[in-house]
């Protein structure tokens, strides 16, 4: 799918829908997200032969953020084609160590389960920051730093036509979520300065709920940028109501359960923001983290 001249929609297939990846098509070839580990041989390369293309020409992959989805065919890519990777400075060390993003959960909220994210590992040539200016040939690629998601979470912004490449960093209200595994305060913070900026394309990582589209135009960007932040205070409203409720305080697997509303971790942090409120109560009962009212 073809979003603006010469920048291109790939649908990496993912579960039961796909994971995005942007392609900018010039003299070289920019890819922004290089989705699951088979995803280059699968949709990626196959997609750049349809344009008469060769993955050869890869001279930089850029990564909204480095969770295994988005991240897992740099590597390869990497391998193929000798080109650079860009990620921001927040995700070199989960590029380089895959198992990092659980063992930190695991330290936050000790007993959740935990599911392997394990891809191919791969070193960052470029570690960019907010508000730089990517080597994307013929075009002003910024860097927009939207955390919350994940600490590295980013928009890379297509200044001329006002396009976001939002990656997860954009969360609507997709299948129970917001998905949230860094902070939900920093997501809200991420979404308000994304609604102080005139945007008229996301490319969203996913087809995410509430318009179950990978690419939003006009009003709908703004909309979907709302709808997420009235995910995320409604999600906090239930939490809190919930432990209200509860005669005893409640790890975070009972709220879980008993909200059945939200993946674990982003239970998680809701309950770390509501803390930080003062609307909830920390305790710890040997190695197990309560919460109540």
Same mark, same amino acid.
């Given at each position: 799918?073809?979003?603006? !001249?010469?920048?291109?929609?790939?649908?990496?297939?993912?579960?039961?829908?796909? $994971?995005?990846?942007?392609?900018?098509? %010039?003299?070289?070839?920019?890819?922004?997200?290089? +989705?699951?580990?088979?995803?280059?041989? !699968?949709?990626? =390369?196959?997609?750049? =032969?349809?344009? %008469?293309?060769?993955?050869?020409?890869?001279?930089?992959?850029? *990564?909204?953020?480095?969770?295994?989805?988005?991240?897992?065919?740099?590597?390869?890519?990497?391998?193929?084609?000798?080109? #650079?990777?860009?990620?921001?400075?927040? +995700?070199?060390?989960?590029?380089?160590?895959?198992?990092?993003?659980? &063992?930190?959960?695991? @330290?936050?909220?000790?007993?959740?389960? /935990? #599911?392997?994210?394990?891809?191919?590992? $791969?070193?960052?040539?470029?570690?960019?920051?907010?508000? !730089?200016?990517?080597?994307?040939?013929?075009?002003?690629? &910024?860097?927009?730093?939207?955390? +919350?998601?994940?600490?590295?979470?980013?928009?890379?912004?297509?200044? #001329?036509?006002?396009?976001?490449?939002?990656?997860?960093?954009?969360?609507?209200? +997709?299948?129970?979520?917001?998905?949230?595994?860094?902070?939900?305060?920093?997501?809200?913070?991420?979404?308000?300065?994304? *609604? !102080?900026?005139?945007? @008229?394309?996301?490319?969203?990582?996913?087809?995410?709920?509430?318009?179950?589209?990978?690419?939003?135009? %006009?009003? @709908?960007?703004?909309?979907?940028? &709302?709808?997420? /932040?009235?995910?995320? @205070?409604?999600?906090?409203?239930?939490?809190?109501?919930?432990?209200?409720?509860?005669?005893?305080?409640?790890?975070?697997?009972?709220?879980?359960?008993?909200?059945?509303?939200?993946?674990?971790?982003?239970?998680?942090?809701?309950?770390?923001?509501?803390?930080?409120?003062?609307?909830?109560? &920390?305790?710890?009962?040997?190695?197990?983290?309560?919460?109540?009212?």
């Amino acid at each position: 799918m073809e979003i603006v !001249d010469g920048i291109f929609l790939i649908k990496n297939p993912h579960r039961h829908y796909f $994971v995005s990846s942007c392609l900018f098509v %010039g003299d070289s070839l920019t890819l922004v997200d290089a +989705g699951r580990e088979e995803s280059p041989e !699968d949709s990626i =390369y196959p997609y750049i =032969y349809r344009l %008469g293309r060769d993955p050869s020409e890869i001279s930089l992959v850029i *990564l909204t953020h480095a969770h295994w989805d988005h991240c897992a065919g740099a590597a390869k890519i990497k391998r193929d084609s000798g080109c #650079k990777v860009a990620v921001h400075r927040n +995700g070199m060390a989960y590029l380089k160590d895959p198992d990092l993003l659980n &063992r930190e959960r695991a @330290e936050r909220f000790p007993g959740v389960p /935990l #599911k392997s994210m394990e891809f191919e590992t $791969v070193d960052a040539d470029i570690d960019f920051l907010d508000g !730089d200016v990517l080597p994307v040939q013929g075009r002003k690629v &910024r860097v927009l730093h939207t955390p +919350g998601h994940s600490p590295c979470s980013c928009c890379i912004v297509e200044e #001329k036509n006002r396009i976001v490449i939002a990656g997860d960093a954009i969360q609507g209200r +997709g299948e129970g979520r917001p998905l949230i595994f860094h902070s939900v305060d920093a997501y809200v913070d991420s979404m308000r300065r994304l *609604l !102080d900026i005139t945007i @008229e394309v996301i490319v969203s990582g996913h087809p995410f709920p509430p318009s179950e589209k990978a690419v939003l135009r %006009g009003e @709908e960007t703004s909309m979907h940028i &709302r709808e997420s /932040l009235s995910a995320v @205070e409604e999600l906090k409203n239930l939490v809190r109501g919930t432990l209200k409720k509860s005669s005893k305080p409640m790890n975070v697997m009972q709220v879980h359960r008993a909200i059945s509303a939200a993946p674990l971790f982003t239970i998680g942090c809701v309950l770390e923001s509501l803390v930080v409120q003062g609307a909830v109560q &920390r305790l710890k009962l040997g190695n197990e983290q309560l919460w109540a009212v």
